[in-house]
């Protein structure tokens, strides 16, 4: 993608006050959400140009390349932008676990309508296993 066109879609999207956008990532085969997170501007242009789906970690304050640490990737397949141009969907190749609890989906709890929660998948992965001793 052109610099210009990279900027006219940039300066299209609306940012929050921080500067981010929040963006759901769905497997492009099952259809399952994934995940939710925040990009920006630089997370955006490095997903785009790379094929690997790069976020912006707010308790780090910097650049997460999503499997950095883990391995657990994510290749783009499409980049999709919502109707108020405020919400971002990442069409996703998921390459091993989404969730950093070892889950292939973040979205693991269903709440009925008494207000039970029950955990409706199971860890894949040892969280020890994707991290070692890191916290997660």
């Known amino acids: 993608m ?10 299209s999207l609306k940012f929050n006050d921080q500067g981010l956008i929040p963006a759901i990532a769905q497997d492009n085969t099952k259809g399952d959400i ?6 920006n501007k630089e997370a955006i242009e490095k997903t785009l140009s790379s094929g690997r ?18 391995g ?21 190749k998921q390459n ?3 969730c950093h609890t070892g889950r292939r989906s973040c979205f693991y709890t269903s709440v009925s309508e008494n207000g039970d929660c029950t955990e409706i998948s199971n ?4 969280p020890k296993d994707l991290y070692g ?3 997660s």
Do not use: F
């Open 53 to 70: 789906v790069c976020y912006w970690s707010r308790s780090r304050q910097a650049l997460w390349k999503k499997g950095e640490t883990s």
């Open 123 to 126: 860890v894949e992965i040892d």
């Open 2 to 11: 052109s610099k210009t066109k990279l900027d006219t879609l940039l300066s």
């Open 34 to 39: 994934l995940m939710m997170a925040w990009m």
């Open 133 to 135: 001793n890191k916290p």
């Open 96 to 98: 091993g676990v989404a």
């Open 72 to 92: 657990q990737h994510q290749d783009l397949v499409d980049l999709i932008i919502d109707c108020d141009r405020d919400t971002i969907l990442v069409k996703v």
